[in-house]
């Protein structure tokens, strides 16, 4: 990030962020613009909602969040699942039982951060818009991100709602932003010049023509909207803008967040009261986005491919969508300067917390965040001129943990709410979050993180009894994808198989799936995890795990132990405990800044 617009991106996050953090603990209006009038956070279900309503109670007591706004948390109804777009409809609706005709003159942050963060499951119990990152003190959570980021947009709003989601972050400049405004019609979206090849797994806007606010902003008017198109698809649609001079670096247009106004709203709301509650999963993106603009192509309707389940009245709610929605005006913010990030994998969040320097310094982050280092001896935390250790570009990120003077983190790992009194060594590609290690006995004690492993601590109450379970991975496991139960041995799993983890580790066959019936399993839904009384017996257990595929002679027995699922442990999960925990950790950090 060595250009002149990149320098600018840096400082205008930079300077973004530094207002933010004067309204951390203070009136939400006291900073250099107005805020947001409300905040509504959609959620997967009501045991959601509730570990939301902790965080955020959490965070007011620890004033991280502007004083008076209004966070509302809510759920969709139960039943099939609905999408972030039939979120959307039951956002409007709670919207206007809670504040009735007020709610058409209030300025919305709309946060969609439901779902069960099964490509990053240490986000799994907590949610993903309560994901820590590597920056500010105390650390930024995702949701911290989100308030600021859009903050610069709300005096260029009309009343509306700004809708986003919750694993996604984009770094930009607006420069001396000039005398410009959201449309008061329609919708208006943020544009974002990506790659060709960036473009086939995102939405892509085709433009009409551009109105040049600076030299970071662009305002245009968008025709058409595709969805995860081809390469042929965007250059045969005139989606792609080729560039004189280097036609190898073509660029087009990607979606990420967008702004409709309070007269969409109320179109919205008419529908969904003649036509709810829906049965089936509406996508904000795919549905409401590709009906829009001058042209907009209607053949995506009947394309299902990438819809999850398909369920309920699908084709007809799509159509219907379309109709309603067909011909509103889609303006375009165009961010020339501007680059999307999605932290929504293991893999994800390895590459851009440790690797790429364009999130790094466009966000100003640290690879030593708000950590203490301990003395071996004392065991108490150094002084403060000494607690940072980790140094180097190559070095890879710790975030709000207790760690050893010594201990070794390695490029290309993230430890993140970790406390461990005995020196640690990570080898690269590993992800270790909410783990404890306490008690180690021998000086000479050193634990070793094999290379591409995934660990996660989570407490759990069964039968009224506290428990803890960490769930162990390697980095590149798919826990989304099912096989037929009579496959699940080929189910690849830590390096190896799930067949070979299963006979290697002596787990019962019988106890691997809970339900016989069900046709299909994944590694989300197998009882492979052992239970344990102690953090510290926990992550013993799931390093072991580990390691008995790296050492023929030390496979661990898991035959007496109870095993759980990830499906499970979101059924048992205790968010009090795990909250309980890192607060404990804060408390211990927090007296040394």
Not at 95 to 106: A, N, P, R, W
Not at 269 to 282: D, M, Q, R, V, W
Not at 521 to 549: E, H, K, R, Y
């Amino acid at each position: 990030m060595d250009s002149p617009q990149s320098t600018k991106v840096v400082h205008y996050m930079q300077d973004l962020f530094s207002k933010y953090d004067k309204i951390r603990g203070q009136d939400k209006n006291s900073g250099y613009t107005p805020f947001w009038d409300a905040v509504v956070i959609t959620t997967a279900d009501k045991d959601q909602k509730q570990g939301y309503q902790l965080q955020i109670e959490a965070k007011r007591k620890r004033n991280e969040l502007p004083l008076n706004l209004e966070i509302h948390v809510i759920t969709d109804p139960p039943g099939v699942k609905l999408g972030n777009g039939g979120a959307t409809f039951t956002a409007l609706s709670f919207l206007e039982e809670f504040y009735g005709d007020k709610f058409f003159s209030m300025k919305i942050l709309l946060i969609h951060a439901g779902g069960l963060s099964k490509r990053l499951p240490s986000n799994s119990i907590l949610g993903k818009i309560f994901s820590v990152l590597p920056c500010g003190i105390p650390c930024y959570q995702m949701l911290d991100i989100k308030l600021a980021l859009y903050w610069p947009f709300v005096p260029k709003m009309n009343s509306g709602i700004f809708l986003t989601c919750a694993d996604d972050i984009i770094t930009y400049n607006m420069d001396n932003e000039g005398d410009w405004s959201l449309k008061d019609e329609g919708f208006t979206a943020l544009a974002h010049p990506s790659s060709i090849e960036v473009g086939t797994g995102h939405g892509v806007y085709i433009v009409k023509e551009k109105r040049s606010v600076n030299e970071s902003v662009q305002l245009a008017e968008c025709t058409t909207v595709l969805q995860k198109p081809s390469i042929e698809t965007m250059r045969k649609l005139g989606a792609v803008i080729d560039n004189e001079n280097d036609t190898k670096n073509s660029t087009v247009y990607t979606d990420s967040a967008y702004f409709f106004t309070s007269s969409v709203s109320k179109m919205l709301l008419t529908y969904a009261k003649s036509h709810g509650p829906f049965n089936c999963e509406i996508d904000a993106y795919g549905d409401f986005l590709q009906a829009l603009g001058t042209d907009p192509l209607s053949d995506y309707v009947n394309n299902l491919q990438n819809i999850t389940t398909t369920s309920g009245d699908l084709l007809n709610t799509r159509k219907e969508v379309f109709k309603l929605l067909k011909g509103t005006p889609l303006n375009l913010i165009i961010l020339n300067s501007s680059q999307f990030f999605h932290i929504g994998s293991m893999p994800e969040m390895l590459h851009n917390f440790c690797k790429s320097d364009n999130f790094k310094i466009g966000l100003g982050l640290s690879n030593d965040a708000f950590n203490v280092w301990l003395d071996e001896q004392s065991k108490e935390p150094e002084p403060v001129t000494k607690r940072s250790c980790l140094k180097g570009k190559n070095e890879g990120c710790l975030i709000h943990s207790l760690l050893p003077v010594g201990s070794c983190i390695s490029s290309l790992a993230v430890l993140e709410f970790c406390n461990f009194d005995c020196l640690i060594h990570v080898s690269k590609n590993c992800l270790l979050s909410n783990c404890e290690f306490l008690g180690s006995s021998s000086e000479e004690s050193q634990i070793t993180i094999p290379e591409n492993t995934f660990m996660h601590t989570i407490p759990v109450t069964i039968k009224d009894n506290l428990k803890y379970v960490t769930i162990v991975f390697h980095i590149k496991d798919n826990l989304k994808k099912s096989v037929p139960l009579t496959d699940f041995a080929n189910i690849p799993f830590l390096g190896d198989t799930l067949g070979k983890a299963v006979d290697k580790l002596s787990i019962p066959k019988s106890q691997i799936v809970s339900d016989k019936n069900q046709p299909e399993v994944s590694l989300w839904n197998v009882n492979i995890f052992p239970l344990a009384d102690t953090m510290s017996d926990s992550f013993q257990l799931a390093l072991a795990m580990s390691m008995s595929f790296n050492d023929d002679g030390k496979a661990l027995n898991l035959e007496s132990y109870q095993l759980v699922s990830i499906n499970s442990i979101l059924k048992y999960k205790s968010i009090h405990e795990m909250l309980k925990y890192r607060q404990k950790l804060f408390d211990k950090i927090n007296t040394q800044y």
